[in-house]
């Protein structure tokens, strides 16, 4: 199927899910995840009108965004971070979602250039507590959004999740439903975090179900990835 034709159903898919949970549909923002895509298949995406793209592999990435500069695109992060790398991604990028330790905040903070607004940044959080995955745990994340707070180069502007696999629904909504609460738990505590990112291809009904505000969807916009080792 055309990139055209999927998008369209992604933002069916978005629509009808929002609207199934009985929120607006407008509170849910779709970031295009391009990662492994080449620039041409990027252009495609934004003749429907996307402007907002995923990218996970930072070498990858800055070739895309040199080859789109006639564009005016908005860049988000979303893959792990070596704090060698954290310039590169603090000059780049609009948005960061896989923070997960205070000193790649540190970093983005200090090399932020002073041009550019603040650095938009989610916390990763490691919500289903698996061993082998990046994310700070969900006891670790009332402390890091206080440093990351403190940080006038960054803008802490919510939480990043991502789940362990699951097709079974009732375990994708209780990740994504824990989520939801940690959220609603720092903005008691005065913080005033308005995103969610959470909901891949496989989940995103779940995840909009619980209060998603943007979801990352690769597959089923470009198709399934043949992966190549990048980084
Ligand atoms: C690849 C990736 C996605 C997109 O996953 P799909 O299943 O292809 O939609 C979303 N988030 C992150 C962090 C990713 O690495």
Redesign the pocket.
């Known amino acids: 199927m055309a990139i055209a034709e999927q998008i369209q159903q992604v933002h069916e898919r978005i629509r009808n899910a929002a609207l199934a949970a009985g929120r607006d549909p407008q509170q849910v923002q779709l970031?295009a995840?391009s990662?492994t895509r080449s620039a041409d298949e990027l252009r495609e995406a934004i003749a429907c009108g996307e402007r907002r793209f995923?990218e996970?592999y930072l070498q990858e990435a800055l070739a895309k965004i040199a080859a789109l500069q006639d564009e005016v695109l908005e860049w988000h992060f979303?893959?792990p971070i070596q704090s060698n790398k954290t310039r590169d991604i603090a000059s780049h990028f609009a948005w960061v979602?896989?923070v997960d330790r205070a000193k790649v905040a540190q970093r983005l903070n200090e090399q932020r250039p002073e041009a550019l607004p603040p650095l938009n940044v989610c916390i990763q959080v490691n919500i289903s507590h698996e061993d082998s995955k990046s994310g700070v745990m969900p006891a670790e994340v009332l402390s890091l959004a206080q440093e990351i707070s403190a940080l006038p180069h960054l803008r802490l502007r919510g939480l990043?999740a991502?789940p362990a696999a699951s097709e079974d629904p009732a375990e994708q909504a209780a990740a994504f439903a824990a989520m939801q609460e940690l959220m609603q738990t720092l903005n008691q505590q005065g913080f005033a975090l308005d995103t969610l990112?959470m909901g891949?291809?496989?989940d995103?009904e779940a995840a909009i179900a619980h209060g998603a505000t943007m979801v990352?969807?690769?597959?089923?916009?470009?198709g399934a990835?043949h992966y190549s080792k990048k980084e």
């Open positions: 970031l995840v990662k995923g996970n979303i893959g979602h896989s990043m991502i990112s891949m291809s496989g995103m990352r969807i690769g597959t089923d916009i470009f990835r």
